[in-house]
């Protein structure tokens, strides 16, 4: 990222001299009066360090200091004028040691000026015309005097006494100046500060969370901890002085109020800040060095790579990130406003408080009630989880917190001071806002609006009109915005700066880190303080900044992660605003297809990861803001998958079929066809049974049109439905090609997910289809390699073929390590479906106990998880592996249960089943049917080019010939299964068959311990 360049900011500049320094000079001798200065300037570095300033330079016997860089302080000037007057005291201290010493004092003129100044980053040194005006400030003190400037008198005068001087000209400025001479800085100040009372009560919620955190530390283990309750009734406070009394590492993130679909905007901010290479942590670092997995995931979360992934791996690489972190010392990590979190956030929360352990983590999550209506159940049922409700702040614990705020004595009016109390109902952030209405109100007699919104727009609405005017452009942005931003909203505000930090003397924003590098940024210092500023705009003006926002944003071409999404969201705001306020013209028509771009590219990039709901949610909303006419074939092909993978498969296809048919009636019958294709592979999934013949008649329809006409996307369509024809009947070669060649045209047509999702597909054909083994694993090999996220799926095919080799050791060892990866991201299903491997790896190796072990595991979870399209080969398997152990009963129930929920078109369920069912009867004495099956299986085979479902069901055939006393013939059919092992070069099938048809020709069962 690139460091921050030359910035803007608003800084407090002291500039201090020695007066009288040539006449003591000349009295005393050089190498004393050096010895004096170097006492002098000694001091002054002390005294202004020690308030947190930067001594700039030292010129002649002056010194320059600057308060604010390279970090600002909300209290930047009164620091600086703090430290003027103690430079003052200090230098009385050291003129007592110099009349002693040499008979000589010295004494300073100090000017304290607050404004705009250029800093940079390599030279720190500050220049602008602030810098020349407290210099101008300090030649018009008298020796022992402090002058501070007009913007740094408003920024402390609650604090100081100071009396005016006479206004003077300076160059460069039609009005005269009126500075200040400092008389006194009060010691009471912060008593002063109304708005940032002490914390009170909360007690025993403080105690709860620090038996969390204990606990976690104690036990090294992760507990998550969910804070509830109203908006402004503590919450973030209650965290952030948790955080304060402990000793952890902490991160935060917020959710976001807006623009539904930004998912991992608080995940990135806290990666961010593990990551961060001045005050990050290096363990993180490291394990981004070290593990390629991790890397890839973070990469892709924080947008530095495009690739496809999923929220597992997402979730899991940000759980390792942090356990690495908490390795060295205990992590909190704080989700605020969690209310506002996409499901997939959630998921990623609850995945880190269910997996990590090892590790102390306190998962603190801060929400409104409505996190219970997003997720009923929330942390319930986990050991590790509590959560407390936040209930409004006792009467007494108010009243404190009103005395806090506003001391007894100071003159409010007790009945009003009543009136508070009751009016705030406990509501912290009420109370507050009501005192500081009351002390800014002319009159002191305000009325108190009843509601906390109504109570924040009067008090907002007695902001002078260019605080109001910087605080309303930082409302557009958000809760954060930048400093820059606000510049370019109010390009006729000359101190947006200068603003900015008297609002941040009144307490309503804070100074706090951006997200876009080199610009300052600031927070409102609540949500609801935000809301009252934007509801203040007039909705033109909003739709003017939303857009002006937007552009510049555009302009600058890099900014957050998520930079689509927010861009997308402004120009979708700026575009709604102005439809409500008339009807669209060309400019309204070019903000909506620009807003609709950013969120269709945004939506896509959530498909990528895998981000399904936060996907179908940006979609939709692209699609909302282009004219109905007007049909994005890619968005909508996106939105169908988005709906499908989602779970929505009705959704998904009713979408396909009105998007194809708007089409036609366009007359594009290219864009029509490529539709229908992506809609008819979802439909095959709801219903496999009729829809087969369907889609294959769709795609021959297709075909000569699209081959003709056809876009890359249209040929990608068109391949993919091909291949998943050709998949489904086991005719793996041609599924293979084609596989390969929509692959090649969904790069063309830059669609990412298409081309990954065919690679995975193309890699179960590689495994089934009768490329030679060695070649299939150098294939799995350059597969995995195309993409930087990690594919297990890949690894649990690579397992499989090294068992067809024989290689039992490295299989079942790289099939446990990908098992466990799998299960660390809590992938329950996908486990269960990689179970099939090891059913694999146990019958090729012999173990057929092991192997019914396997499928039964598999069997069971896939039932527990309700999934039925994947049952039926299962069911198969586990039915083989019950043969071979000779329990004939239970081989039957589980190959009619395959068959029962396989369809007619699924070849390998098919020759299982039918397989099994032949052998069955074979043993039960019906010859004639039982030949008939087994040859009715054979034939099936025959029509694919797997060379191991081929060999199976020749073998097959082979045990029932021998069982049906044809001895001869069911030599040669061993014979020609072991031809089909070969083909593939699957070792193991080939050894296999020789082992059964071995047992079978010495008429010895393959029973157990005979095998
Ligand atoms: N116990 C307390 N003592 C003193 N001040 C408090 C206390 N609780 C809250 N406040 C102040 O009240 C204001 C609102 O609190 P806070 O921001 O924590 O609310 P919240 O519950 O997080 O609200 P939201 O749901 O909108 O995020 C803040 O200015 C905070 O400093
Ligand atoms: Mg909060």
């Not at 009295?27 to 002054?44: G, I, N, T, W």
């Not at 942590?281 to 947008?303: N, S, W």
């Amino acid at each position: 990222m690139a460091g921050p360049r030359q910035q803007r900011k608003t800084v407090t500049v002291l500039f201090c001299d020695v007066s009288g320094s040539t006449a003591l000079g000349e009295r005393l001798d050089p190498e004393s009066f050096r010895q004096v200065m170097r006492r002098y300037f000694d001091a002054a570095r002390r005294v202004i360090e020690s308030h947190g300033g930067t001594v700039e330079k030292f010129i002649g016997d002056a010194v320059m200091a600057v308060f604010g860089v390279p970090v600002l302080h909300e209290d930047d000037a009164l620091r600086a004028v703090r430290a003027a007057a103690a430079l003052g005291e200090e230098i009385a201290v050291l003129n007592r040691g110099l009349e002693a010493d040499f008979g000589a004092t010295v004494s300073i003129r100090t000017g304290v000026n607050t404004g705009e100044v250029v800093t940079g980053t390599d030279e720190r040194l500050a220049t602008g015309d602030a810098v020349n005006l407290a210099v101008r400030l300090e030649q018009a003190a008298a020796p022992g005097e402090i002058v501070i400037g007009p913007q740094t008198w408003a920024l402390v005068r609650d604090a100081v006494t100071a009396e005016p001087l006479e206004p003077f000209q300076i160059r460069g400025k039609k009005q005269p100046v009126t500075a200040y001479r400092l008389l006194r800085v009060r010691g009471d100040v912060s008593r002063l500060r109304r708005h940032k009372a002490p914390f009170v009560g909360r007690r025993s919620q403080l105690g709860m969370l620090a038996d969390a955190f204990a606990q976690i530390t104690d036990d090294r283990s992760c507990g998550m901890f969910t804070v509830l309750g109203e908006a402004g009734v503590g919450k973030s406070r209650l965290a952030a002085e948790f955080l304060r009394g402990i000793d952890a590492r902490t991160l935060t993130g917020c959710c976001l109020s807006y623009g539904q679909g930004i998912t991992y905007s608080p995940t990135v901010s806290m990666v961010r800040q593990l990551l961060d290479t001045r005050d990050g942590c290096p363990g993180a670092a490291e394990l981004m060095a070290r593990d390629a997995k991790v890397a890839a995931a973070i990469d892709v979360l924080l947008g530095e790579q495009a690739a496809v992934t999923s929220p597992a791996e997402i979730a899991w690489a940000v759980r390792k990130l942090f356990e690495s972190s908490a390795e060295l010392a205990p992590l909190v990590a704080v989700f605020d406003d969690l209310h506002w979190g996409e499901p997939a956030l959630l998921d990623l929360v609850e995945h880190i408080t269910d997996f990590s352990r090892g590790a102390p983590i306190l998962i603190l999550c801060l929400g409104r009630l409505e996190l219970l209506d997003r997720r009923p159940g929330w942390g319930g049922g986990k050991l590790n989880a509590t959560t407390l409700l936040l209930e409004p702040l006792k009467p007494a614990e108010t009243a404190a917190l009103i005395d806090e705020l506003v001391p007894t004595g100071s003159g409010l009016d007790p009945r009003l001071r009543e009136r508070v109390q009751l009016t705030a109902a406990g509501n912290a952030l009420f109370a507050e806002e009501m005192l500081a209405l009351i002390s800014e109100s002319p009159s002191r007699e305000p009325v108190l609006p009843p509601t906390i919104a109504a109570l924040l727009a009067a008090r907002l609405d007695q902001l002078q009109p260019g605080e109001r005017t910087v605080l309303a452009c930082g409302s557009v942005e958000g809760q954060l915005f930048h400093c820059g931003t606000v510049q370019v909203m109010a390009p006729e505000e000359h101190d947006v700066s200068g603003r900015l930090l008297t609002l941040v003397h009144k307490d309503l924003v804070r100074p706090d880190r951006g997200v876009l590098p080199g610009e300052e940024a600031f927070r409102f210092r609540h949500l609801l303080i935000r809301d009252a500023a934007y509801e203040a705009l007039a909705k033109a003006d909003r739709a003017e900044l939303h857009e002006l926002f937007a552009r510049w944003l555009e302009e600058r071409g890099t900014g957050p992660a998520d930079f689509d999404e927010i861009v997308g969201y402004h120009l979708e705001q700026a575009f709604r605003y102005r439809c409500e306020l008339g009807p669209a013209e060309e400019k309204s028509r070019r903000l909506s297809a620009d807003a609709a771009g950013h969120l269709d590219v945004a939506g896509r990039r959530a498909m990528d990861r895998g981000d399904t709901s936060a996907a179908v949610k940006l979609l939709e909303r692209a699609e909302a803001l282009l004219p109905p006419q007007q049909i994005n074939l890619a968005l909508q092909e996106s939105l169908i998958r988005g709906l499908a993978e989602s779970g929505r498969l009705d959704d998904a296809i009713s979408r396909a079929a009105r998007v194809a048919d708007w089409c036609a009636a366009a007359g594009d019958r290219v864009g029509e066809l490529r539709v229908r294709l992506a809609g008819a592979i979802w439909r095959l999934q709801v219903d496999p049974e009729t829809q087969f013949e369907q889609l294959r008649a769709l795609v021959d329809q297709a075909r000569p049109l699209i081959e003709r006409h056809g876009d890359p996307a249209a040929r990608a369509a068109l391949e993919h439905a091909a291949g998943y024809l050709g998949f489904i009947r086991m005719q793996l070669t041609a599924a293979l090609a084609a596989f390969t060649s929509g692959m090649e045209h969904a790069r063309q047509a830059a669609d990412l997910w298409l081309e990954t999702s065919m690679r995975v597909m193309a890699a179960r054909c590689i495994d089934l289809g009768p490329t030679p083994i060695p070649q299939a694993l150098r294939w799995l090999d350059d597969a995995q390699a195309q993409s930087v996220t990690y594919q297990p799926q890949l690894d649990a095919w690579r397992a499989a073929l090294l068992a067809e080799l024989g290689c039992f050791g490295e299989a079942r060892s790289l099939l446990a390590e990908t098992l466990t990866q799998i299960t660390e991201r809590g992938l329950a299903l996908f486990a269960a479906i990689a179970m099939q491997t090891a059913w694999r790896i146990e019958m090729l190796s012999g173990d057929d106990a092991a192997a019914e072990h396997a499928a039964r595991l598999a069997c069971e979870e896939l039932d527990r998880l309700g999934e039925r399209s994947r049952l039926s080969t299962r069911a198969c398997q586990l039915a083989e592996a019950l043969y071979a152990l000779g329990r004939y009963e239970e081989a039957r129930q589980w190959a009619l249960r395959g068959l029962e929920l396989g369809s007619t078109h699924d070849l390998v369920t098919q020759v299982y089943g039918l397989g099994l069912r032949a052998r069955l009867l074979a043993r039960n004495g019906e010859a004639g049917a039982a030949l008939a099956l087994a040859e009715q299986a054979d034939g099936l085979a025959a029509t694919s080019d797997s060379p191991q479902a081929q060999g199976n069901a020749a073998l097959n055939l082979s045990e029932v010939l021998y069982l049906t006393g044809n001895p001869t013939r069911a030599q040669e059919m061993t014979h020609r299964a072991i031809e089909h092992y070969q083909r593939k070069g699957a070792t193991a099938y080939t050894a296999r068959a020789q082992r059964l048809a071995a047992a079978w020709a010495s008429h010895r069962k393959p029973a157990p311990g005979i095998t």
